[in-house]
T-cell receptor, first 117, second 110 residues
Framework: DAGVIQSPRHEVTEMGQEVTLRCKPI?????LFWYRQTMMRGLELLIY????????DSGMPEDRFSAKMPNASFSTLKIQPSEPRDSAVYFC???????????????FGSGTRLTVV | KQEVTQIPAALSVPEGENLVLNCSFT??????LQWFRQDPGKGLTSLLL?????REQTSGRLNASLDKSSGRSTLYIAASQPGDSATYLC?????????FGTGTRLTIIP
């Protein structure tokens, strides 16, 4: 398995532009998580899905942020419009279903480094 | 509020020494605890996973222990090498969500 795959690895965009981050979880994993990491706040959970359904989006900072999971193998995190304070590394992680989750941890993608200028 | 604290925040040791990284958590109702390393500008790499029913896990030069009653976990690194330099994160899993530790930035001095 190739692991959790995120794209792009780096994104530089101008303030006000729309940004879309992509994630492909490990096949068979029922949970998908989006995290944001900054120097000031560390790792923050933004939203997570179970079987493609958003379960908890309380970490999404503002309405400018939205996430979708149209199928089990793909998720997007969209920021529209982007602002300089959105600059961070965004991680996607996946994990197996609840019943077998005890035997597995979480697998993280390599992250997308977003810079909004 | 569930919190995970790692002490020290930064540690520098000469190559070859054994060392211990500490992690403490306020809520002992955990499913598992996972240790990750993160290299600068990179993602998180899983090192060890300890289930709530386990006391420790070993992988090569790494040994992680878990004491739920005291709310502590330790990561022991034997015979440290410069390649071990990274930030180490302990992550507590309760129910579905993860709670990340504050991290320890480890530097191994050649």
């Amino acid at each position: 398995d190739a692991g959790v795959i995120q794209s792009p690895r780096h994104e530089v965009t101008e303030m006000g532009q729309e940004v879309t981050l992509r994630c492909k979880p490990i096949s068979g994993h029922d949970y998908l998580f989006w995290y944001r990491q900054t120097m000031m706040r560390g790792l923050e959970l933004l939203i997570y899905f179970n079987n493609n359904v958003p379960i908890d989006d309380s970490g999404m900072p503002e309405d400018r942020f939205s996430a979708k999971m149209p199928n089990a193998s793909f998720s997007t995190l969209k920021i529209q419009p982007s602002e300089p304070r959105d600059s961070a590394v965004y991680f996607c992680a996946s994990s197996p279903g609840q019943r077998i989750m005890l035997n597995y941890g979480y697998t993280f993608g390599s992250g997308t480094r977003l810079t909004v200028v | 509020k569930q919190e995970v604290t790692q002490i020290p925040a930064a540690l520098s040791v000469p190559e070859g020494e054994n060392l211990v990284l500490n992690c403490s958590f306020t809520d002992s109702a955990i499913y598992n605890l996972q240790w990750f390393r993160q290299d600068p500008g990179k993602g998180l790499t899983s090192l060890l996973l300890i289930q709530s029913s386990q006391r420790e896990q070993t992988s090569g030069r790494l040994n992680a222990s878990l004491d739920k009653s005291s709310g502590r976990s330790t990561l022991y690194i034997a015979a440290s090498q410069p390649g071990d330099s990274a930030t180490y994160l302990c992550v507590r899993r309760g129910n579905e969500k993860l709670t990340f530790g504050t991290g320890t930035r480890l530097t191994i001095i050649p």
